[in-house]
Structure formats: C-alpha cells, structure tokens
C-alpha cells in the first residue's frame, strides 16, 4: 500500500514509486486486535500451514552441521541450479542447462531484477489485474509503464485473447502472466497461451515474466508453460520457487530460468544488493527438488478438500458468488451486491466479526467487488470463518432493509 504521507525532501524520489503489499498491511491490522483481545480468523495471509516437510529440514540441518555456513556462489550453488534444470523440463517441459538458472532469496527478486534489466522509462509492460500488487510496485519502480490487463470472473479468469491483443502497442516491452493466478486462483488453458504466442509471434522485441510458483497447485489437468515453445525459450522468464509448493516460505529461495545473457544481468544485480542466496536454505532447497514429492501431493490434496467445502459454503450464503478456483489457494468470491467498497467490506468485516482477508483492489481496480480468501488454514478456521461471514451479510442485509424503509 502506499505511505499515507507525502515523503521528505531527503527521501530519494524513486523509493516513492514503490508500493506495498496489502496483505501484510491487514495482517498488523489484525495482529493489534488480537493484542487487545479480539479473536481473529486469518485468511488474509498466502502462507500454506503446513510444516515444511522433514527431509527439507533435515538436509539444510545436515548442510549446517557440515560447515555449510558461509557464501554461496552469486548464482546459487551448480548443484542446485543443475537440479533446477532438471526440475523444469521434467515439470514444465522447458529445455534449460545450469546457465540458465539463477538462485535468488525468494520470488519477488526475479519481479524486481526483471524490471531492472528489461525495462527502460517509457516501456509499457502488461500485467494481469486483478494480480499481485509487487508487479505494478516494480514496474513504475522501472519507469515503466503499468498496462493492467484485466482477469474477471465472467471469462473464468482466463486470458481474454482480444482484450490482450487490444493492449499492445509499439512501445510494450514485457508481459507478465500468473497461472494460477493470485488472487483468483484462475488458471491460464495451453490454447490461451498458444493464443498469446501466436499474437507475439512477430514480436521477438516483447519478453515474457511467466510467473508459475502455484503451478505444482493445480487442482485439475496441468499448466502449460510458454518457455516451453521453442521460440519463445529465450524471451521467457519463469519465476518459480520453494515458498508455496514446498512451504518454505520463511526460507526465501526461489529461482529464475531465463536466458543465458539475463542470467549474467541477474548475476550482477544479486552482488550489487544480496551477495548471494542463503547457502544452507539451498540445500534444502535441492533435497526438495530431487527428494520424495509425496509432500507437495498430499498438501495438494489437502488444499483441494478445503477448496470444494469453502466454495459450495460461500455460494450458499445469500448474496455472494464464489467462482470454483482450479489452482492455488485463494479463493475470489464477489460481494458486489452488498453495496460495499471492496474495502469497505473487509475492514467491516475485520473490525465487526474478527475475520481477516484482503479486499479486491488491493490486487488492482479490476478487483472492485470481490475478497480475496486464503484457505491455507485449517478447514476447522474456515467453517468458523464462514460462520461469522454469514452472520455479518445477515447484519448488512438488515441495514439495507432499514435504508430502504426509513
């Protein structure tokens, strides 16, 4: 979210072009009633709750024990990176080598060092909207120029192929996709993707930020990749890496697969800011990577469970309609008909019943409307969740009676 006041004179200009990320604004929001007693549901946060698998543990204990304290390669280790490699073309069919492959502390470095090195003042780059709020941040971070590209619930949060066709200009640099996506938990079909190759086919001047670190949460068929088109190898950047798959989120290791030149471009940007990825997080990074994949199975399943009963609950509350997400774990129920901001009705919904989620536009002004529910909770959280969100419709129900009568 942006600063509530005007910066002083000695804060640099650029910094005021960043923005913040909603979610953890709502989340001190909520802590502070809790400090003072209110009971609060949080579903506000993309964090699964799982621990992260033993294995994972275990290894980056046993890389620590081993004396693997200490820097890392810029790059990231060749073991994992080769892992990494290897990793994308047997999950996304991308063809890639070590060199192809930076380790970076987390997903949003591969948003920011993207921008870094692709966009010049001026570049238009397209991005989903409703979408997460760090790409808009960068993108004017870069001097580029944000092109929100909207995602609705009447096309199921799928590409709209005209509307993207409609968005390109001589100036667009960079598109940037989500599938899943966050907030919606849409998910991007191949032929919508073959769609978008065949309309940037001609335009070997336009790039790609193909962000897919939901794409092992897919309740449904598979994602297709578009690193994975041969000629559109060397103008994608994939941005994946171990937070949501694996729960890993407080380890901040994540990966780009980009070509070799961009890599060289991340590899300078990395000693500029962070010297290098965490090395201990890299191992256990690369036994998650080469070691039993029945975790990320069975969270999957979980997460698939929690999504079929919150989405048939949410439809049967009078008032809201929830589409059925085929990714991820969020779900983007509309609340229009209440006659509330987006906003409005989760800061009510907050401060009235103890619930915390994220309102629509937090994620762009195409996300006026809807919430924004994260069932990375127990089914437990969500049942009572609903219980209160049911509760709070009745109250606003009632109060348009009143309106209306008085």
């Not at 290897?86 to 921008?115: Q, R, S």
Request: hydrophobic letters at 40%; proline letters at 5%; glycine letters at 8%.
């Amino acid at each position: 979210m942006p600063l509530s006041s005007a910066a002083p004179s000695y804060i640099a200009e650029r910094v005021t072009r960043l923005n913040g990320e909603s979610a953890f604004a709502i989340l001190s929001k909520a802590k502070a009633l809790e400090a003072q007693g209110m009971d609060v549901i949080h579903l506000e946060i993309g964090q699964p709750d799982f621990q992260t698998p033993s294995n994972i543990m275990e290894a980056a204990d046993r890389a620590m024990a081993n004396g693997c304290t200490g820097y890392s390669p810029t790059l990231g280790f060749n073991e994992l990176r080769q892992a990494v490699a290897d990793y994308v073309k047997k999950y996304k069919n991308v063809d890639a080598g070590l060199e192809n492959v930076a380790i970076v502390p987390g997903g949003k470095p591969t948003m920011f060092f993207t921008m870094m090195t692709l966009v010049r003042p001026g570049d238009e780059v397209i991005y989903p909207n409703p979408g997460f709020p760090i790409y808009e941040s960068c993108i004017k971070f870069a001097e580029g120029v944000p092109v929100p590209l909207p995602i609705t619930a009447e096309n199921d949060f799928r590409l709209d192929i005209e509307k993207f066709k409609s968005l390109i200009t001589p100036k667009t640099k960079l598109i940037i996709i989500n599938s899943p996506g966050n907030p919606t938990g849409g998910v991007f079909e191949k032929e919508d993707i073959l769609a978008m190759a065949e309309v940037l086919r001609d335009r070997p001047d336009i790039f790609i930020l193909s962000d897919e670190i939901y794409d092992r949460l897919v309740f449904d068929g598979k994602t297709f990749s578009i690193a994975s088109l041969p000629e559109f190898r060397d103008r994608t950047l994939v941005l994946d890496g171990f937070s949501k798959s694996y729960s890993m989120t407080g380890w901040r290791i994540g990966y780009c697969v980009a070509n070799e030149e961009i890599i060289k471009r991340f590899e300078l940007l990395m000693v500029n800011s962070v010297s290098c990825t965490c090395s201990f997080t890299q191992m256990g990074a690369l036994e998650a990577l080469t070691g039993s994949q029945d975790s990320v199975d069975r969270m999957r399943e979980e997460f698939r469970k929690r999504r079929d009963w919150l989405v048939e609950a949410l439809n049967n509350i009078d008032g809201i309609k929830c589409r059925l997400p085929r990714g991820a774990f969020y779900a983007f129920p509309d609340i229009s008909s209440f006659g509330l901001t987006s906003k409005e009705f989760a800061d009510r919904l907050l401060n009235e019943e103890g619930v915390a989620l994220a309102w629509g536009t937090s994620f762009g002004e195409y996300g006026e409307g809807h919430i924004r529910i994260s069932y990375a909770t127990s089914l437990e959280n969500l049942k009572e969740a609903v219980k209160r969100i049911r509760r709070f419709t009745q109250r606003l129900r009632m109060e348009k009676l009143k309106t209306v009568s008085a």
